[in-house]
């Protein structure tokens, strides 16, 4: 099939299973298969595409477009992605930019970014202040594999180790974090049924990272309509200069502050 003809069936297959972007993702998939870019699609209109339908169908069935991808991007990096972390969002960006801005002072700041996943935040803050030391922990060890992939395909020098919050508490200049903060799958997107609950499920672990934590800085990602409750949270822990910061769509994500 060539790729226009391909492109047509995808969006159909994936409006029709209620896929929210189905022209953008059929784009990705062909792209991806014939080993380009979207906006290189243009150029490629007349081009075989093979293997579409068993990425097609994985997609149909609501699966991440990351994880049938296989890899997705983060800031400046391209990121291994499957079902052993979550897939990286656009929103987390701007946890690495909030964190990136409270460490420009310091001189090779210690960094502990707890509940590493995939790697993506430990990863971009390595990349982007190549003189910190970075670490990242997870209970999880799928995703501590996963995040070691990363770490290796991009050459950069984080460690990683399995452990909780309890890992604030060792003494850092920084803290980072984006803990699990949704109470019920119920409603929510099909596609987070692929992702891993140890992940996603969860409440009160950025008080506890917070209370636990000896550190400069903390700096949490938060869901919509937390952030004034996290913020209220660090204030009664004693951190000073609370600060919220939204998303590219304007949802109040990021929460920090100071010791």
Do not use: C
Request: net charge negative; charged share 30%; aromatic share 4%.
């Amino acid at each position: 099939m060539r790729a226009r003809a391909a492109l047509r069936e995808a969006e159909r297959r994936l409006a029709a299973a209620g896929v929210p972007t189905p022209r953008a993702d059929a784009e990705w998939l062909v792209a991806h298969l014939l080993g380009t870019t979207r906006s290189g699609l243009v150029a490629r209109l007349d081009a075989e595409v093979d293997g579409l339908e068993l990425l097609l169908a994985r997609r149909e069935a609501r699966e991440p477009l990351a994880y049938v991808l296989g890899e997705w991007g983060f800031r400046r990096l391209t990121l291994k992605t499957d079902a052993r972390a979550l897939v990286p969002r656009p929103e987390t960006e701007v946890l690495v930019e909030r964190a990136l801005v409270l460490a420009a002072g310091l001189e090779r700041p210690r960094i502990l970014d707890v509940g590493v996943g995939s790697g993506a935040v430990a990863l971009a803050l390595k990349d982007e202040r190549p003189d910190a030391e970075v670490v990242g922990v997870d209970i999880s060890s799928q995703a501590l594999e996963l995040a070691r992939e990363n770490a290796e395909r991009l050459g950069l020098a984080v460690e990683l180790r399995q452990a909780g919050v309890e890992a604030a508490a060792e003494g850092w200049d920084l803290v980072v974090s984006n803990p699990p903060y949704v109470v019920s799958l119920d409603g929510l997107e099909p596609e987070l049924r692929y992702e891993p609950e140890v992940a996603l499920l969860g409440r009160g672990l950025h008080r506890e990272i917070a209370s636990r934590a000896r550190t400069r800085f903390v700096v949490f990602e938060v869901a919509d309509g937390q952030a004034r409750e996290v913020a209220a949270e660090l204030g009664r822990l004693g951190y000073r200069e609370v600060t919220v910061t939204s998303d590219l769509a304007g949802v109040e994500r990021v929460v920090e502050g100071s010791r």
